[in-house]
């Protein structure tokens, strides 16, 4: 009789949790722009990991505003169970700059439904702060939610900042994480998916402690340059600028900050490989970076470094440029050898082949 348990069975192991919560506060001064992009991702899709398709994981429960059939009090029903404790596990993605509610006054900068005690609206202030303690994790999606991003550019009235910012670097989650930053404006899709779903792997007990670097960002994303990755690299070491947009060579000379922007995109592409920002002719702004946007402004000026760089490359680019393009043209020649005549002139010896190829 056939064992009713298939054998392969044995590889599958029970997440060492069977369910988590994701609460998705998409209310800080933000532009949804980080939800709409993970609809784009692919690797995994929002879909695989709710319906399951990655074996192992706990069993994901997404509550995003923008994304949840739920509307008013019933979308919020989770937010207030968590917060009376009666959701355990939950990880907490804050999208937006987060206010200084200290600088708001009677009024308030950003906020998610209402009390029903008081009638008053529950600030994302008072939601992060209700919350925060009660998270497995907390992840930033966003280069708002986790730098304070185009909001807190000087300037700003509501005085807003990154999470990191709000709750302090050190923070640390119940379950002993550190805050996620995954910058991006937008995130790119599958950056945050794949640290979502290293984050699910690693509260399953399949994956040891998220490797982050200083900035709180997942290291195997954010530890190259833009440069590091850009497909327009070589006309840089050959001294090849471009000097209007359009043009298919290096975007340094027109504003690009690619050679010292750490995120992955012209590597990755934007959506399914397709897509990114100098690897297909838009000058990197720096949106990942903590110092983004004013440290980067005006964008379409050459970045002052470059100048330094650019011009000290030019002698060797052009002598360079110009070797490879001889010795590229001595490449576009088949050797002499390949004719049709009724000689042999390959150099082939049956007495001695070893002289024509030597091992
Ligand atoms: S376009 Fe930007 S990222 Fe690409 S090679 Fe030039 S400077 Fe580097
Ligand atoms: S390449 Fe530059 S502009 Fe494009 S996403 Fe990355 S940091 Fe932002």
Known sequence: ML???PYGRKTQSAPKIDEVHILWITAGLGCDGDTVSITAASQPSIEDVLLGAVPGLPKVHLHNPVLAYEVGEEFLDPF??????????FVLVVEGSIPNEQLS???YWAAMGTDPETQQPIT???WIDRLAPKALGIVAAGTCATFGGIHAMKGNPTGCMGLADYLGWEWKSKAGLPIVNVPGCPVQPDNFMETLLYLLRQLAGAAPMIPLDHALRPKWLFGMTVHEGCDRAAFYEQSNFATEYGSRKCLVKIGC????VQCNVPKRGWIGGVGGCPNVGGICIGCTMPGFPDKLMPFMDE????RISSTLIQPYGALIRNLRRLTNSTLNKEPKWRHNRPQRTTGYNPEKPQATYPL
């Not at 207030?80 to 596990?89: L, M, P, Q, S, V």
């Not at 900050?257 to 010292?260: H, K, S």
């Not at 970045?303 to 470059?306: F, H, K």
């Open 80 to 89: 207030h169970k968590a917060d009376r404790g009666e959701i355990e596990n």
């Open 3 to 5: 064992d009713a348990i």
């Open 124 to 126: 994302t202030n008072e």
């Open 303 to 306: 970045p002052p470094g470059a």
């Open 257 to 260: 900050w690619g050679p010292v």
């Open 105 to 107: 006054g009677d009024g």
